[in-house]
């Protein structure tokens, strides 16, 4: 994908209002996106995230995350802390080592502005308890609804990741490293409430993000 085309992609997002991004990060994405190299971006993810990431963001496998419709600021954040070992992954860290801060921020940019659509549902029912937990938590044993801090939509923001249309199975795993803490990064927070977290409502939870727009 060359840069002017991803500019023009950008240019259409601010008349239409992208469904990939907070309203109020899309002047930002676009100011961003006119001061990396995007080229670079695109051929990096050809080179090294390709095989695990798919051609277009939306993974290859079931334990790989979706990049598509990532807020391209927490992507930087996160290639940052694989980099630096904060974020400990045997698979990312030798990508990540070599990136400068340009080429992460660019990387962002490059998979925020690519569309991640909602996936199918196979139980409607265990998807509509994770949709109430979701929203509104689980007030008995002390959970915290998700939308809370990651939107209504499930959009995120430059600290915190999109949710909406995330594969089940990646959702089931990130919930359960910040439960039991093998997952450090930004385990603080997270940890209080996946560890009230039932197996039930884990999988409820994670069926409903995927099935997010």
């Not at 050809?46 to 990532?70: I, V």
């Not at 990646?170 to 209080?192: G, K, V």
């Not at 939870?205 to 099935?211: D, E, K, L, N």
Request: aromatic share 6%; hydrophobic share 35%; net charge neutral.
């Amino acid at each position: 994908m060359k840069r002017t085309a991803i500019i023009l992609t950008l240019t259409l997002y601010t008349l239409v209002g992208p469904a990939n991004v907070q309203a109020s990060d899309t002047e930002r994405l676009v100011r961003t996106a006119q001061n990396v190299d995007l080229d670079r971006a695109h051929e990096i993810h050809m080179d090294s995230c390709f095989s695990c990431h798919g051609a277009e963001g939306l993974s290859t496998t079931p334990d790989t995350p979706r990049l598509a419709g990532q807020h391209f600021q927490y992507i930087a954040k996160q290639l940052d802390a694989f980099k630096t070992g904060r974020r400990a992954s045997t698979v990312m860290q030798p990508w990540a080592k070599d990136l400068t801060e340009e080429e992460m921020l660019a990387l962002g940019v490059y998979f925020n502005i690519k569309p991640s659509p909602a996936q199918r549902v196979r139980d409607t029912e265990l998807a509509a308890v994770g949709r109430f937990i979701y929203h509104r938590g689980n007030e008995y044993s002390g959970v915290a609804s998700c939308s809370a801090c990651h939107g209504e939509r499930g959009m995120g923001s430059d600290e915190l990741p999109r949710l909406a249309s995330q594969g089940t199975r990646y959702t089931e795993t990130q919930l359960r490293l910040f439960s039991d803490r093998p997952r450090t990064a930004d385990n603080e927070i997270m940890h209080t409430i996946a560890s009230k977290l039932t197996e039930l409502e884990i999988k409820a939870v994670a069926a409903y993000i995927s099935s997010m727009e």
